[in-house]
């Protein structure tokens, strides 16, 4: 037996994206998102409103950075997605965050949080909230790679958001090899 939930955002995984801008006078800013993923080969897009201060600052710098939130952060990451940067100038500073520039992008990358998306904007509707950014750059601090130069989940330890809970989960745990268990069945 199956219980219905109705047409509501549920699924499994919601990224629990932290997305960086910075405001017209230079300051960095931040807010948390789930609602988005990877939609082309260079592509990500996210479905957030216009009166977010962190959209009004893309829309004018045309860049951003997306961040994946990590479980040693979840506070930080989650108080920039409840508190809003039209009322709280300094919510970036006051979650704990320190910003350096993108090399790529007019948009910082947040220190904290070792794995981030460097995004130029492509395009964003109001109306139906989608934004798409290009990506131009992915970015990853070394304190969470492996001997070998590639991303050791349990170092970088991000986060999902569980919809039906309310909940951030760890993600971690391997359970299997990607384009090649299936061939057991061929």
């Known amino acids: 037996m199956r219980k219905n939930f109705g047409a509501k955002p549920l699924s499994y995984p919601q ?30 897009s996210m479905c957030l409103s216009a009166g977010h201060k962190t959209v009004k600052n893309i ?12 479980a040693d952060h979840v506070v930080a990451c989650d108080y920039v997605g409840i508190v809003s940067g039209n009322k709280v100038t300094d919510k970036f500073a006051k979650a704990g965050f320190h910003a350096t520039k993108s090399d790529f992008v007019d948009a910082p990358l947040i220190d904290e949080l070792a794995v981030a998306i460097e995004c130029k904007l492509k395009d964003y509707d109001p109306d139906t909230c989608i934004l798409r ?10 304190r969470v790679l492996d001997e070998n130069g590639k991303v050791n989940v349990a170092k970088a330890a991000p986060i999902i958001f569980d919809p039906f809970n309310n909940d951030y989960l760890r993600v971690g745990e391997k359970v299997g090899n990607a384009f090649s268990d299936g061939k057991q069945l061929k």
């Open 15 to 44: 990224p629990v994206f932290i997305i960086a801008t910075y405001g017209e006078d230079g300051t960095p800013d931040a807010m948390n998102a789930a609602w988005g993923g990877i939609s082309e080969m260079n592509e990500i």
């Open 59 to 70: 829309l004018k710098r045309r860049a951003f950075t997306v961040s994946m939130a990590d």
């Open 133 to 142: 950014g290009e990506i131009v750059n992915v970015s990853v601090d070394e």
